[in-house]
Structure formats: structure tokens, C-alpha cells
T-cell receptor
Framework: SQQGEEDPQALSIQEGENATMNCSYK?????LQWYRQNSGRGLVHLIL?????REKHSGRLRVTLDTSKKSSSLLITASRAADTASYFC?????????????FGRGTQLTVWP | NAGVTQTPKFQVLKTGQSMTLQCAQD?????MYWYRQDPGMGLRLIYY???????DKGEVPNGYNVSRLNKREFSLRLESAAPSQTSVYFC?????????????FGDGTRLSIL
């Protein structure tokens, strides 16, 4: 069963606005990862945040992690039409040495020009 | 680098037919994974191979078999296809030489079972 659950399921914004997506999970983790999937393509890794980190930045992406609440958020600043995609969080569970990830159902982001 | 390559990209089968989905990676990764993606369900793990010579079941292994042919290649076989196996199948790989490594995905195989 899915470990992560994204919220909202769908998000529609105008170019230039910020987009925030949330992820909640159930068990202790080694790290949490965010992936993007463009229509008809495979998933592309965006950013990984370790369990002992609280915030991480990569370009226009900002990820936060609150292990006490078992939640994470992905912020995309100054969004562009090219950011239109599905975004998935995935957790690497603590104690796992096999690299298994548990994916949520994703957030569909639409950015209008 | 090609990364993770999946073949075929599209396939239509009749119920009961068999086929093998191929996956190859050129990144010298240790671990490889097969997922299926259904609308509204996210990705679910079918089988994985932590290293060459080992395979293990994931969340939804029924109706599938896998072979880790060598370090580069990991195939997924449907012995007797069923309409419930209509899905998009993704292969992924990662290195486990250190902790906290991301997975790299192919572009998927879109499979329809009639």
C-alpha cells in the first residue's frame, strides 16, 4: 500500500504564482524524495531530503520535512507553464537496505500561461 | 548516456498471451525495480532486484515473473496476460553503494490487454 499521500490531488495556478504540494506518510523514514512526471514520460528525480534535514533548496524548489508530523511539502516558486506535470513523493523506509521506495498517488499541477 | 531503456514502448495483447518487458540500464546500478502505474493509484512495486542474482516480490507480484539477466538487464514476464494487467509499466534503477540515492526511471511500457 502507498506510504505517502499527496495533497491536493490537483492544483491549477497561473504562471508566476507559487505552487505548494504536501505529502504525509506513516512510518519512520531514511529519506523522502520528490519526483516529477510529465505526461507520457517516466518519473524524474527532483530532490531528496534526509530524515535529519528540515529544509532543502534546489533552484526554484524548496522542500521541508517535519518528521514529528510525518509530513513534507514541496514549494515551486515563480511557476512556469513547463512545470505542468504530476508530482510524487516517495519514502525510503527506515531499516530498509534494499532501496525500496513507497510512492503516493501524486498531485497533478497545471500552470496556465 | 541512455540511462534506463525500456522496450517495447507500446504493446497490445489478447487475454492469455504471454510477453516479456525488457529493461536495461547503463549506469552500473546495483538495484533494479519494476512498477506499475494505474490511474489514481500512483506507482506500485511489482518486483525488485537488490543486486545481480537476487529478486524479491513487491506489493503486487501476482501474475508476473522476473529475471535479473545480468547487472544491466531486468526483465518482467507476463505468462498469461489478463485485462487487470492493463497498465503502464516502469523500470527503475539505483545504486546502493551509499545511502540516500534516488531512482532513475525509464519512459515506460504502455500495455493493453484485450
Amino acid at each position: 500500500s502507498q506510504q505517502g499521500e499527496e495533497d491536493p490531488q490537483a492544483l491549477s495556478i497561473q504562471e508566476g504564482e507559487n505552487a505548494t504540494m504536501n505529502c504525509s506518510y506513516k512510518t519512520s523514514i531514511n529519506n523522502l524524495q520528490w519526483y516529477r512526471q510529465n505526461s507520457g514520460r517516466g518519473l524524474v528525480h527532483l530532490i531528496l531530503i534526509r530524515s535529519n534535514e528540515r529544509e532543502k533548496h534546489s533552484g526554484r524548489l524548496r522542500v521541508t520535512l517535519d518528521t514529528s508530523k510525518k509530513s513534507s511539502s514541496l514549494l515551486i516558486t515563480a511557476s512556469r507553464a513547463a512545470d505542468t506535470a504530476s508530482y510524487f513523493c516517495a519514502t525510503d523506509q527506515r531499516g530498509s537496505t534494499l532501496g525500496r521506495l513507497y510512492f503516493g498517488r501524486g498531485t497533478q499541477l497545471t500552470v496556465w500561461p | 548516456n541512455a540511462g534506463v531503456t525500456q522496450t517495447p514502448k507500446f504493446q497490445v495483447l489478447k487475454t492469455g498471451q504471454s510477453m516479456t518487458l525488457q529493461c536495461a540500464q547503463d549506469m552500473n546500478h546495483n538495484s533494479m525495480y519494476w512498477y506499475r502505474q494505474d490511474p489514481g493509484m500512483g506507482l506500485r512495486l511489482i518486483y525488485y532486484s537488490a543486486s545481480e542474482g537476487t529478486t524479491d516480490k513487491g506489493e503486487v507480484p501476482n501474475g508476473y515473473n522476473v529475471s535479473r539477466l545480468n547487472k544491466r538487464e531486468f526483465s518482467l514476464r507476463l505468462e498469461s496476460a489478463a485485462p487487470s494487467q492493463t497498465s503502464v509499466y516502469f523500470c527503475a534503477s539505483t545504486t546502493r553503494t551509499g545511502p540516500n540515492q534516488p531512482q532513475h526511471f525509464g519512459d515506460g511500457t504502455r500495455l493493453s490487454i484485450l
